[in-house]
């Protein structure tokens, strides 16, 4: 059953324009990617499901923030919140890096000259801050 267009989050991904807001990924440039990874991250977890509540996020960016709120979260603005948050995936995003790098030299891939997109360059966050413009 599809979602009603007017529902919170449909709204929301309406808004975010089917960009996860925290790394730029495109989740409605294949239908992989929509049926996969889209997810509805309430951006304060107690503060429920509300449109304004809401940030469209890739399955990674929200698997990354778990139930993470910046410190100050009560006094920020929804682009505060972004903000802070993105920073924190960033920094998350790194930290499982060498996790990543150690599966797969023992699943015997060759080493990556270069992170995968789109988590790769700070160039991807500029990116997500002028789609959100
Ligand atoms: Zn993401």
Not at 51 to 73: D, M
Not at 103 to 131: I, K, M, Y
Request: aromatic share 10%.
């Amino acid at each position: 059953m599809a979602a009603k267009a007017d529902s919170w989050y449909v709204r929301g991904q309406i808004r975010d324009g089917g960009y996860c807001v925290y790394c730029g990924l495109d989740l409605l440039s294949d239908v992989g990617l929509y049926w996969a990874f889209l997810q509805n991250d309430h951006v304060v977890p107690s503060r429920g499901d509300t449109v304004e509540n809401h940030a469209t996020a890739c399955a990674c960016c929200n698997s990354l923030k778990h139930f993470f709120v910046p410190p100050g979260f009560e006094t920020m603005s929804r682009d505060e919140l972004i903000a802070a948050i993105r920073e924190y995936i960033v920094w998350k995003r790194a930290e499982k890096m060498a996790e990543f790098h150690e599966r797969r030299r023992l699943c015997g891939r060759a080493p990556l000259d270069a992170l995968p997109a789109p988590w790769a360059q700070d160039a991807t966050l500029a990116s997500v801050d002028q789609t959100l413009d």
